[in-house]
């Protein structure tokens, strides 16, 4: 099962990084053509924005799994049985949440098959399938943060 979420881990990282270089060829290439050819290209912009927001619902994906999100660090990092109750219950609130999310991000791209979008012409659901797969993915990387918590295990789990 390591081996899988190492792997995994990786396709994501790849995707990732993939995604930042597409942006950056795409969006040099528009400037390139609009300021010096007068001739901009009508796809760039709508690409780089559905790779962004991809990459921000992968990117959460990572930030949970490395347990290296913005957080307020009030509470002690290995405390009582208490402690990690109450951490648990904050986790149990984002698992919640990432299942509400990804639940409503599953039926939008369900409904948005036949919509294509204004200058790539794919359906929308292919955008929109991010949502539920980057919650999948971050809800189970939740709730093994939740075990290491449980454990009394802190830190980077790499």
Not at 26 to 42: D, E, G, I, K, N
Request: net charge positive.
């Amino acid at each position: 099962m390591v081996g899988f979420v190492r792997a995994l881990d990786r396709c994501i990282d790849v995707i990732l990084v993939a995604s930042m270089a597409i942006v950056i060829a795409a969006m040099a290439a528009q400037v390139t053509l609009r300021y010096f050819f007068h001739s901009p290209l009508p796809w760039p912009e709508e690409l780089s924005q559905f790779l962004l927001v991809g990459m921000s619902f992968l990117g959460m994906y990572v930030g949970i799994r490395r347990n290296q999100h913005i957080r307020i660090e009030w509470l002690p990092k290995n405390g009582s049985r208490f402690i990690r109750g109450l951490k648990l219950v904050g986790l149990l609130s984002i698992c919640v949440f990432l299942a509400y999310i990804g639940y409503g991000g599953f039926k939008l791209a369900m409904t948005a098959w036949g919509q294509p979008s204004t200058a790539l012409r794919i359906p929308m659901a292919i955008p929109y399938l991010t949502i539920p797969v980057a919650c999948f993915l971050s809800f189970f990387a939740v709730i093994a943060l939740m075990r290491r918590t449980w454990r009394g295990e802190a830190g980077d789990p790499r």
